[in-house]
């Protein structure tokens, strides 16, 4: 991998290869899905999120389709080379967040999210094929990084979109994400949590590039899911590693969280 490649800072988008799945972001947040990566960011002027007095919009849950062709997380990162898995460790710092998916053709991508940086790793193509990985990271501003277990409560104690708990009458703030999709990844989410994931955000007014991966797991009494989600600008990320149990027939609003893991931290502007 290009040494100097990892050395450029992330400015908001990443650099795709041109060859990728042409719907990403609803396929998929598990090894069996195609996650979105970075879009365009939209700025408008900035500030402080924590001056902002608004509420975060509460989303409702989405549909998280599963394809059992895919190799999961793990087989996907064993398909990178060595030498790209061993340098996006060594940029990403102990790692937080991870996962690694694969394109429809077969070739893996991977982001992971540490105490030292966000990296993406995308292949590079040549007349159609992958000929190597690239490697970009966006540091994580020192002392910036903030975790927080959340309780396993669920997303809601009845239906509807609205706010999450506020000041009376404090509007309501609602984020672009990128792709749209994400609202429905969101909403599986309690109403803390996509509280904490949205609120850097709020300040920036920029569009919010959004990616996830997850994993579903089907017994007779029971569905499992672990699901990882990572929210982005060139100054923000925060990111979350879950998992939760949905007895057959329930509601999202019912499924019992075993571990609700949550990162915040300020990206070192480029």
């Keep these: 991998m290009d040494e100097q490649a990892w050395e450029r800072e992330f400015a908001g988008r990443d650099r795709l290869p041109e060859h990728r799945d042409p719907t990403p972001g609803r396929q998929g947040r598990t090894p069996e899905r195609q996650d979105r990566m970075p879009g365009r960011q939209d700025r408008l002027p900035a500030g402080r999120a924590e001056d902002s007095g608004g509420v975060t919009q509460v989303h409702e849950p989405g549909t998280l389709p599963v394809d059992p062709e895919t190799p999961d997380r793990l087989r996907a990162w064993e398909l990178l080379p060595d030498d790209v898995r061993a340098k996006t460790l060594e940029k990403a710092g102990r790692s937080l ?25 995308q292949p590079v193509y040549h007349n159609g094929r992958a000929q190597e990985h690239r490697g970009e990271r966006a540091r994580v501003e020192p002392g910036s990084l903030r975790t927080r277990s959340f309780d396993a ?94 007895e057959p027939g329930a509601t999202p609003d019912r499924a019992r969280w075993h571990a609700l893991t949550c990162h915040q931290a300020r990206l070192v502007p480029r």
Excluded: K, M, N
């Design 153 to 246: 409560r669920p997303p809601r104690a009845g239906g509807g979109a609205g706010a999450a708990p506020g000041r009376p009458g404090a509007p309501v703030e609602r984020l672009v994400l990128d792709p749209p999709e994400a609202q429905g990844v969101l909403g599986h989410f309690p109403l803390d949590v996509q509280d904490f994931l949205q609120r850097p955000f709020l300040a920036d007014r920029r569009t919010v590039t959004a990616e996830w991966y997850y994993e579903e797991t089907v017994e007779p009494t029971h569905t499992d899911l672990f699901v990882l989600l990572c929210l982005s600008t060139d100054r923000h990320v925060t990111a979350i590693e879950a998992s939760r149990t949905l």
């Design 97 to 121: 967040v991870w996962w690694a998916r694969v394109y429809s053709d077969g070739t893996p991508f991977a982001l992971v999210l540490g105490d030292r940086g966000l990296c993406r790793v």
